[in-house]
């Protein structure tokens, strides 16, 4: 069986390191000739390509690892083999998959999916099996998918290392997502814009702020994409928050032991539920 | 020079550790014998006791390393040697130096401190070395203290691995914490309780959601009693946070992509010279 991995970034790379020694064929095509022969080297693709015009004709599976507007562009850019498995690894998917059904051949079966890993840091450098190492992952069903090639993409991934995976409708996973992942990043990014800089805020700041702030270090053209193609589940994630928060600062601002408390209670138990 | 460290949880067991080795006879009070023989085993105390009235009164420095209300206690409680330092590490200061000063006899001097450091887990097994490491501190210096013994307790810190030591009155102490430690605290709490838990949400994270909610599982009655004591001050933190996340939706909302980016890349911006 022929493997393609399109793109050999973080998320990329770690899926050729995680494929090595499964029996497969793999393939790597990207834009820097020197991440494909460092993968080469490393024995984790069998060859690496500059132009995938021709390994991707030949490939069962193809893996694009790109940003969502150029998976659209490489769809449209190449034909892929009758019958075989095409995925992604964007983070939103209503949007996205119209977009990439309408370039798409009718008859290749295009699996969409979400592998919830990364780094801070970019490029094939920071890939590594550790990356999906207890990780969730969601296929994406939609209704022109074929159940039993489904199933295929869920075991397939299953070997990779992930925690969990689960399958789900773009329209679900993007209303989670928009919670899970897309909220944390508002909230790293106007914590880190609500600073009055006062003070000289990093040498008073400890593992709270730093952790919290992380992702305030944002990759602006792929998350205004992100945010913008997810608007309405993202504002409606937002305002749950919302209310949330006034309902601390009100306890806080009158004094409300009790409800602040009770708050701290389902929080800290919602908490540790989630290491389950 | 006798030093004693009151409580040897994660802070003061992490004190002790890191004062090994550094020529200070240094002695520990604790609730819990096993930990007493625990640090005295791997030779971080001379002598452990379950009752400090003793050691204390022969005390050059005690560093109390309890929670704020029991700091009190133990002031009220014990008769320091006279012209000693007492310190604590409690996360608020100006509520809690006065009760402290009206508590604590005038011929001692009590410089309260702020070490930014901690572990999730409680207790003397979590404590180490490495948890004061590359961490902030903050000295406080009040109107009645010595200058000498504030630079006597900056350099005594310094020697402790930290990375910052940094001397500040009690009211900007708890200006610049209500922001970068409060805050982060009620931001996870409430994005924590946000959820509608429509999914089973553990199965759709990443390290994001991950990191921004390792916080929300919190001590209820540490975190109520910080909050109270700090309420103006967080409260202002907790309004100019919204005000920027207010930003963030308009943008959002309206697809002002120019906004959106632009606040992007200042959050980043930011948080790439946090690190510095």
Known sequence: MII???????????????????????????????????????????????????????????????????????????????????????????????????????????ISGHPMAGREKKGYLYASQEVFQNANYIVIQHEHNQIDKIEWMRQFVGQLGFKSVKI??????????????????TLAVALMNSDDEKYETGKYIGDSFRDLTRIANINADLWAELFFHNRDYLLASMERFEKQFDLLKQAIASGDEKSLKEMFWQSSKRREKLEK
Chains 1, 2 share one sequence.
């Open 4 to 110: 393609t991995v399109v793109g050999l970034g973080v998320i990329g790379g770690s899926f050729v390191k995680a494929l090595k020694g499964k029996g497969y064929d793999v393939y790597g095509v990207d834009c820097d000739q020197q991440t494909l022969e460092m993968a080469k080297a490393e024995g984790c693709i069998i060859e690496g390509y500059l132009d995938g015009h021709q390994i991707i004709s030949q490939s069962d599976l193809t893996i694009i690892c790109l940003y969502p507007s150029k998976v659209l562009d490489f769809i449209s850019e190449h034909t892929f083999k009758k019958g075989s498995i095409v995925t992604d690894v964007v983070g939103i998917k209503s949007y996205f998959l119209n977009q990439a059904l309408s370039r798409i051949d009718q008859d290749v079966e295009y």
């Open 168 to 185: 789900m409708s773009p329209y679900d996973h993007d209303e989670i997502i928009s919670y899970t992942s897309q909220l944390p990043h």
